[in-house]
C-alpha cells in the first residue's frame, strides 16, 4: 500500500508503480494491429507529396494507374465540418503541396477503382508571416539570448490524456528514461489535479482561472453549453500571439476534445496551426470503416499528432512559438493501452532533442490526472493515482546555466504541492521573462514554478478541493459498520432523487454493496465534522459511485447528520447504459440506467 511522502506542508502519497494491490489492474495492453502494411504515400518534411515506389512495387504489385489529391480545411464559422476543394490534382511520382494544410490522396487502377485512400497533414509556413518573426528574433532570440535575458523562448506542451505520474512510469519507460536521463527533465511528484476531468484542469492550464466544477470562490469562468463557442475565453496562447508567436493546438479524438465535447467549439480557427479538421475528415473517411481499433488504415491515429507535433517543432525551432498537443485517443479509456506509443514517443522526444530543436524551448511533457475509469480506480491506489497526473519540464541547458537560483527553484518543487494554476503562471513567467522569476505572495494560489513553492503549502492555500486533496490520509474502515450502512443507503436515496427528473426513462437504483470506505483526516475542517469518501455499487448496471460524505454530531452521542459534498462521480464507464440520455447537457446522465434495458440483456 502507499506510504505518505513529506512534500511540503502536505503528505503526498509515495506511491509504487507495482503496488501488490494493483497487480492484477496491471497487464500488457493491447496491441496494435494496424502496422501490417507501409503508407503508399507520405509527405516529406519539405512538404513534397511523395508516391513511395517500393510499396507501389511490393504491395500494390504496380496495379495503381493514377493517384490525385484534394486539399481541405476547416468550413468557416464551423468547427465540426471541413471543405473539401472543388477540384483535384493529379500527379504521378511526388508533387509540392504549397499553401495547403491537409490532403486526401486517392489512388485508382486501371479501371478506374479505388484501391488506397489516405489522409495527410503538413506545417504550411506560408501562412506565417516570417518579417514578423525574424523582427521577433532581433529583439533577442537563439543562444544569444542569455544577453537578452531569456525574451522570446518558446513553449511546447505535449499532454497524454489519463496518465498518472505512476502510470508514465509503469507504461512509457522507455520515454520516462530518456527524459530524466537525456533530457534532465524536472518530474513533479506534488502536482495536483484541480477538477474532476480534462476541461477543469486544462482550462485552468490554459486560462490561470477556474471554471466551474472547480472549487475556489468565486468561479471565475463558466462551462459552455451545446450551442456556446470558446472564443471569448482568456486562453494563453492569444497572449503568445499578441507577441508575434506562432501558435498551435491540437488534439486527436475529436468528439472528446476538450473545447467540442458538450458544445460547440470555436467559431473562428484558435490558432495558427489547428490539427480537428483532419481528425473529424478520418472520422468521414472510407478507410476508418475497415481499419482496426485505435488506427487509420495502417497508422496509428495518434501518430499523426505527433507527427505533426514534431513538424511544427522542426519547422519553428528558430522563431518564438507556443504549441499546445493533447492525445486521448489510446489512453483515455484502458490504462495499459498506451504503451503502446512508447517507441513513438521515445523517438518523437530523442528527435528534437538529439538534433538540437529545443535549444530555445520549454518543453512540458504531462497529463490532466490519472485513470477515472478503468477497473484500477476501483482501489485505493488507483485512487490517489487520479489525482497526481504526470508533469515535467524540460529547459534549456544554457538557460539552467544561466540562471541557477531557477534550476534550484525548479529542482525544489519537484517534491512540493503544485497545481495547473502554478503551471500557466510559469508559461506568462516565460512569455514576459526579463532575467527573474515572477514573485507572488506565498499565499497565491497561482505561483510560477521558477520560484520556489513555500514548503508550507496546503491544498487549501494551492485552491486544491478537499475532495482531490492527495495530501489528507484516507484511513480504511469497515463497510460492515452501521453508519456507513447508513450512509451508503441514504447515498443512493440520493442519487434516486437526481434522477427524479429523468423517472419516465431512467430506472430507480438500489445498493448492490459497499465496496470501500475511508475516513478522510483533513485539518481544515470544522470542529465536530468528520469526513468520509465511500464507495458503493449500484442495480441495475453495476455502476461503481464514490462520493464525500460529511457526518456532523454533537459531541456527546445524541445526534448526528449525514450530508453530502458537492463530489460524487461515477468511477466506471456507463457505455450505452445511459444512451436514452442522450442530448441532455446535464452530468446526472452517469447516474442513469436506461428503463429500455430492464427486460433485455445487461448493456454495458
Not at 486533496?469 to 450512509?487: D, E, G, L, W
Amino acid at each position: 500500500m502507499a506510504q505518505m511522502a513529506m512534500i511540503s506542508h502536505c503528505k503526498i502519497p509515495k506511491l509504487n508503480p507495482f503496488d501488490r494491490t494493483i497487480r492484477w489492474f496491471v497487464f500488457k495492453g493491447k496491441r496494435l494491429q494496424c502496422r501490417r502494411y507501409h503508407p503508399l504515400t507520405y509527405i516529406d518534411m519539405n512538404g513534397w507529396l511523395v508516391i513511395n515506389a517500393s510499396v507501389k512495387s511490393l504491395s500494390y504489385h504496380g496495379n495503381v494507374n493514377a493517384c490525385s489529391y484534394l486539399s481541405f480545411g476547416r468550413r468557416p464559422g464551423d468547427d465540426d465540418h471541413v471543405r473539401y476543394s472543388s477540384t483535384a490534382t493529379n500527379f504521378t511520382n511526388k508533387i509540392k503541396i504549397t499553401g495547403k494544410d491537409f490532403v486526401k490522396v486517392i489512388c485508382y487502377n486501371r479501371s478506374g477503382t479505388i484501391v488506397y485512400e489516405n489522409l495527410h497533414a503538413l506545417i504550411n509556413e506560408k501562412k506565417i508571416n516570417m518579417a514578423d518573426m525574424r523582427s521577433t528574433i532581433r529583439r533577442g532570440r537563439g543562444r544569444g539570448q542569455r544577453r537578452g535575458q531569456g525574451r522570446g523562448m518558446s513553449i511546447a506542451i505535449l499532454g497524454i490524456d489519463s496518465m498518472s505520474r505512476s502510470n508514465f512510469i509503469r507504461k512509457l519507460p522507455k520515454s520516462y528514461k530518456y527524459l530524466q536521463r537525456n533530457m534532465g527533465a524536472f518530474v513533479f511528484q506534488g502536482v495536483n489535479k484541480v477538477g474532476e476531468n480534462t476541461f477543469p484542469n486544462m482550462a485552468t492550464l490554459l486560462t490561470g482561472k477556474a471554471v466551474t466544477g472547480v472549487w475556489y470562490p468565486p468561479e471565475e469562468l463558466a462551462r459552455k453549453n451545446q450551442t456556446e463557442h470558446y472564443d471569448d475565453y482568456p486562453l494563453i496562447w492569444k497572449k503568445f500571439a499578441s507577441k508575434k508567436y506562432v501558435t498551435m493546438f491540437n488534439e486527436d479524438k475529436p468528439g472528446l476534445n476538450m473545447f467540442n465535447h458538450g458544445s460547440k467549439g470555436f467559431r473562428k480557427q484558435p490558432t495558427d496551426y489547428y490539427i480537428r479538421p483532419l481528425y473529424l475528415a478520418m472520422g468521414n473517411s472510407n478507410v476508418s470503416k475497415n481499419s482496426k481499433e485505435y488506427c487509420f488504415g495502417g497508422t496509428p491515429k495518434y501518430y499523426y499528432l505527433f507527427k505533426y507535433f514534431k513538424e511544427f517543432v522542426h519547422k519553428f525551432n528558430k522563431v518564438p512559438s507556443f504549441s499546445f498537443t493533447f492525445s486521448s485517443d489510446l489512453s483515455h479509456d484502458y490504462v495499459n493501452d498506451i504503451e503502446a506509443a512508447d517507441d513513438d514517443l521515445y523517438a518523437l522526444l530523442s528527435d528534437i532533442n538529439g538534433n538540437g530543436y529545443l535549444n530555445n524551448t520549454l518543453l512540458v511533457v504531462m497529463s490532466d490526472h490519472g485513470h477515472r475509469f478503468d477497473p484500477i480506480r476501483s482501489t485505493y491506489v488507483g485512487r490517489m493515482e487520479e489525482y497526481l497526473p504526470f508533469f515535467s519540464m524540460v529547459l534549456p541547458p544554457w538557460f539552467l546555466k544561466a540562471y541557477p537560483q531557477i534550476r534550484s527553484a525548479l529542482s525544489l518543487n519537484t517534491k512540493r504541492l503544485v497545481t495547473f494554476f502554478d503551471a500557466h503562471e510559469t508559461f506568462l513567467n516565460v512569455l514576459n521573462f526579463r532575467g527573474t522569476a515572477k514573485i507572488s505572495h506565498y499565499a497565491s494560489r497561482k505561483l510560477s514554478l521558477f520560484s520556489e513553492i513555500p514548503a508550507n503549502r496546503t491544498c487549501k492555500m494551492a485552491a486544491v478541493a478537499a475532495h482531490f486533496c492527495a495530501c489528507h490520509k484516507q484511513v480504511p474502515i469497515s463497510v460492515n459498520s452501521t453508519f456507513i450502512k447508513t450512509a451508503a443507503k441514504k447515498l443512493v436515496s440520493h442519487i434516486n432523487t437526481l434522477l427524479s427528473k429523468y423517472s419516465s426513462i431512467c430506472a430507480q437504483l438500489n445498493l448492490n454493496v459497499v465496496k470501500t470506505a475511508h475516513k478522510i483526516q483533513d485539518t481544515n475542517v470544522r470542529h465536530g465534522v468528520d469526513k468520509y469518501i465511500i464507495m458503493i455499487q449500484t442495480t441495475p448496471g453495476g455502476g461503481l459511485f464514490e462520493a464525500i460524505i460529511n457526518r456532523t454530531s454533537d459531541g456527546i452521542g445524541k445526534s448526528e447528520q449525514i450530508q453530502f459534498d458537492n463530489y460524487l462521480v461515477r468511477i466506471n464507464m456507463h457505455g450505452k447504459q445511459s444512451v436514452c440520455m442522450e442530448g441532455f447537457d446535464t452530468t446526472d446522465r452517469q447516474f442513469c440506467y436506461c428503463k429500455n434495458f430492464l427486460k433485455g440483456s445487461l448493456v454495458t
